[in-house]
């Protein structure tokens, strides 16, 4: 039976992953590593399904960054279709379990085909309130900060706001995260142990999990355990407790 989320006042309101692995999972299997782009695909709904029986309300993934589009234009073309067809392929089970999706990232350099999906998406699952499932998608912090920032001036410029009012509050409003608390809680798949340009600002007091899994390989079951023991974890926020 589903756990009522006050049953776990201690848990991570607000878990973000950054879904790594998928590439040394094909090739461990001989594979393309588009194989295991689609094989990590498979693994988000379990997650997301899982969120209420752990108490998490937002959780946030983290999809394609600012700085991917290095890779091959095949691997890029084919994280793109494959954004696609997932978006066609999951948007009725998200609305049917009440998830309300939202993505953050710059959507200038996306293919109009993608925004227009991720539009639609957003609309059509906008008043579920079960789980709140945000897909970074061309995401990066330095990116999302440097854009709130020309947004920012542009505002001082015409008069709308005066440096004055310019504090982390303010800044916050700007950012794409805008409508979301900060996360309680980060979790990295695949070993390695950074940030790679994710949620900078808003993790400013996370606590973080580095997991040696490969994200296709993330299961509910180690989710359930990884936030499960969030609650031994004594968060201090600068303050001082003895
Ligand atoms: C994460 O898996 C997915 C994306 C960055 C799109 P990777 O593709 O980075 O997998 P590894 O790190 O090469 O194994
Ligand atoms: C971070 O993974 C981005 C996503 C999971 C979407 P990367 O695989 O791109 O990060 P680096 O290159 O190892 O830092
Ligand atoms: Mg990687």
């Given at each position: 039976?589903?756990?009522?989320?006050?049953?776990?006042?201690q848990g991570p309101?607000?878990?973000?992953?950054?879904?790594?692995?998928?590439?040394?999972?094909?090739?461990?299997?001989?594979?393309?590593?588009?194989?295991?782009?689609?094989?990590?695909?498979?693994?988000?709904?379990?997650?997301?399904?899982?969120?209420?029986?752990?108490?998490?309300?937002?959780l946030t993934i983290?999809?394609?960054?600012?700085?991917?589009?290095?890779?091959?234009?095949?691997?890029?073309?084919?994280?793109?279709?494959?954004?696609?067809?997932?978006?066609?392929?999951?948007?009725?089970?998200?609305?049917q379990d009440g998830?309300?999706?939202?993505?953050?990232?710059?959507?200038?350099?996306?293919?109009?085909?993608?925004?227009?999906?991720?539009?639609?998406?957003?609309?059509?699952?906008?008043?579920?309130?079960?789980?709140?499932?945000?897909?970074?998608?061309?995401?990066?912090?330095?990116?999302?900060?440097?854009?709130?920032?020309?947004?920012?001036?542009?505002?001082?410029?015409?008069?709308?706001?005066?440096?004055?009012?310019?504090?982390?509050?303010?800044?916050?409003?700007?950012?794409?995260?805008?409508?979301?608390?900060?996360?309680?809680?980060?979790?990295?798949?695949?070993?390695?142990?950074?940030?790679?340009?994710?949620?900078?600002?808003?993790?400013?007091?996370?606590?973080?999990?580095?997991?040696?899994?490969?994200?296709?390989?993330?299961?509910?079951?180690?989710?359930?355990?990884?936030?499960?023991?969030?609650?031994?974890?004594?968060?201090?926020?600068?303050?001082?407790?003895?």
């Amino acid at each position: 039976m589903a756990k009522d989320t006050t049953d776990t006042p201690q848990g991570p309101q607000h878990v973000a992953i950054i879904m790594d692995g998928n590439g040394r999972w094909a090739q461990q299997r001989g594979r393309p590593r588009l194989f295991g782009h689609h094989a990590g695909a498979r693994r988000v709904r379990e997650i997301v399904e899982s969120c209420p029986d752990v108490g998490v309300k937002y959780l946030t993934i983290f999809a394609f960054s600012t700085e991917n589009w290095k890779r091959t234009q095949s691997e890029v073309a084919g994280l793109m279709r494959l954004f696609r067809r997932y978006i066609e392929r999951e948007a009725k089970a998200l609305f049917q379990d009440g998830v309300r999706v939202r993505f953050i990232g710059d959507r200038i350099k996306l293919d109009s085909k993608l925004v227009t999906l991720m539009d639609n998406l957003e609309l059509y699952t906008a008043d579920n309130d079960k789980v709140h499932l945000t897909i970074a998608l061309n995401y990066g912090s330095r990116d999302e900060v440097t854009r709130a920032a020309q947004r920012l001036a542009v505002e001082i410029e015409q008069g709308r706001l005066s440096h004055k009012d310019v504090d982390a509050e303010t800044l916050s409003r700007f950012l794409d995260t805008r409508f979301l608390p900060d996360p309680d809680l980060v979790i990295r798949t695949s070993g390695e142990a950074r940030i790679s340009n994710f949620l900078l600002w808003q993790s400013a007091y996370a606590e973080y999990e580095f997991l040696d899994t490969l994200w296709p390989d993330f299961t509910a079951e180690e989710f359930a355990k990884v936030v499960g023991s969030f609650g031994s974890r004594e968060r201090r926020f600068g303050g001082a407790t003895v």
